[in-house]
């Protein structure tokens, strides 16, 4: 099993759709949760962190489970501008180690 | 803003040449990374310092691959004998200062390779 494993893309949504990507990760042990976006031919830019008891920020909600090893990302009422890839990063095993990364989900937004 | 320089952002070289890449994180940052990022892929960890102690190293940095921290500021990746395999997108990271448990990283833009 892959370290972190995402949707397979691409997902191709009408402006104002709802959309979600999940994700799993394979260590248990892992403590630290993010999405990060990345646009084409640029670096990745944190989007937002994942806590445990899910978290909020405007459109972008994200939720954590545990006992599943399971992330998700949700993003209401899609704009243009979300068009990018997402990607889940888990940490590998304790705090300080290495981020791991998917291989991240494309979204593309159309009007 | 992100706080990381990169140098240089592009560099095309032939195979066999020796490449060396460097990440100036603006302000003092005690973590640092190294990742390589090819097209339709994640970033793929490659090694990490704390201040200038190499403290983790990916199965993936072969023994052509060095990377040092010397003064625990900026940070050189070297890749020697390039190969056309080792063409990628090379990214810096630095970890935030924060709680450790919740450290996300924060990427310079990169220095995108060429090995022809």
């Known amino acids: 099993r892959k370290e972190v494993e995402q949707d397979p893309g691409p997902f191709n949504v009408p402006e104002g759709a709802t959309v979600a990507f999940n994700c799993t990760y394979s260590?248990?042990?892992?403590?630290?949760f993010f999405w990060y976006r990345q646009d084409c031919r640029k670096e990745p830019k944190l989007l937002m962190s994942?806590?445990?008891s899910g978290n909020e920020d405007g459109r972008f909600t994200a939720q954590l489970n545990r006992a599943s090893q399971y992330i998700s990302l949700l993003i209401r009422d899609s704009k243009l501008s979300d068009s990018a890839t997402y990607l889940c990063?888990?940490?590998?095993?304790?705090?300080?180690?290495?981020?791991?990364f998917g291989k991240g989900t494309t979204l593309s937004v159309s009007s | 803003d992100t706080g990381v320089s990169q140098n240089p952002r592009h560099k095309i070289t032939k195979r066999g040449q020796n490449v060396t890449f460097r990440c100036d994180p603006i302000?003092?940052?005690?973590?640092l990374y190294w990742y390589r990022q090819t097209l339709g892929q994640g970033p793929e960890f490659l090694t990490y310092?704390?201040?200038?102690?190499?403290?983790?190293k990916s199965r993936l940095l072969s023994d052509r691959f060095s990377a040092e921290r010397p003064k625990g500021s900026f940070s050189t990746l070297e890749i020697q004998r390039t190969e056309q395999g080792d063409s990628a997108m090379y990214l810096c990271?630095?970890?935030?200062?924060?709680?450790?448990?919740?450290?996300?990283?924060?990427f310079g833009n990169g220095t995108r390779l060429t090995v022809t």
């Open positions: 990063v888990v940490n590998k095993e304790q705090a300080g180690t290495a981020l791991i």
């Open positions: 260590n248990s042990a892992s403590q630290s």
């Open positions: 994942v806590y445990s």
């Open positions: 302000s003092e940052h005690n973590r």
């Open positions: 310092f704390q201040n200038e102690a190499q403290l983790e």
């Open positions: 990271a630095i970890g935030t200062p924060t709680v450790i448990w919740d450290s996300p990283l924060h």
